[in-house]
């Protein structure tokens, strides 16, 4: 018979007082967090969302013994996943950062916001990709392996959301021509 995901209230009846669970194990959790991490501020974010995890599913317990275990291993895998998430994506510290060169703004700042904006209403993966290659500076291969698509994938992809934004663009740059201030 399959288990069914208990109600709140039935999480409350488990016989584990969830607040007691938090001060028994929160020292315990954010140690295994922190010393995979080596990150403070996101051990203790990670601790929290494994403990409201906990409250989610705190009526599947079984025992103290259980909850331990669950801890541990859901702790020891967000933690681990999240160690992935910045292997792909490393930081870089101050001291090797590159200097930022100032930019000095040039173009039409209107239009600078009407692209951001068209930008930000194309669909996730098409957004994802222009942002990766226009904001990144990533390559199509670079693209491919963060989001774990083909190349082919990416550069077709890319083609069709920048003949979105050039058709969007057109369309707001001629809504912008044709707009008329007063009566003729």
């Known amino acids: 018979m399959p ?25 315990m959790v954010f140690s295994i967090a ?15 969302d494994v403990f409201l995890s906990l409250h989610q599913h705190l009526g599947e317990m079984e025992s103290p013994e259980h909850v331990l275990y669950w ?23 101050l001291e090797n950062a590159p200097e930022p060169v100032a930019l000095t703004p040039t173009g039409d700042p209107l239009l ?27 390559d199509p291969a670079e693209i491919a392996k963060v989001l774990g698509i083909p190349v082919g994938t990416v550069k077709s992809q890319l083609q069709r959301a920048l ?5 969007k663009l057109s369309r707001v ?10 009566k003729e």
């Not at 003949?163 to 058709?167: G, K, S």
């Open 34 to 48: 922190w010393h995979l991490l080596r990150d403070r501020a996101v051990a203790e974010e990670l601790a929290q």
């Open 71 to 93: 801890l541990r291993r859901v702790t020891t895998n967000r933690a681990l996943d999240e160690t992935r998430r910045r292997q792909r994506r490393p930081m870089v510290s």
């Open 173 to 182: 740059a001629g809504q912008a021509s044709g707009l008329s201030f007063g």
């Open 3 to 27: 288990r069914r995901t208990p109600a709140p209230a039935e999480a409350a009846a488990s016989g584990f007082d969830f607040a007691s669970l938090v001060r028994q194990h929160q020292a």
């Open 163 to 167: 003949a979105l934004l050039r058709e």
């Open 112 to 138: 600078d916001t009407s692209l951001r904006k068209l930008v930000a209403a194309l669909p996730e993966k098409a957004r994802a990709i222009v942002v990766l290659r226009y904001q990144e500076d990533l």
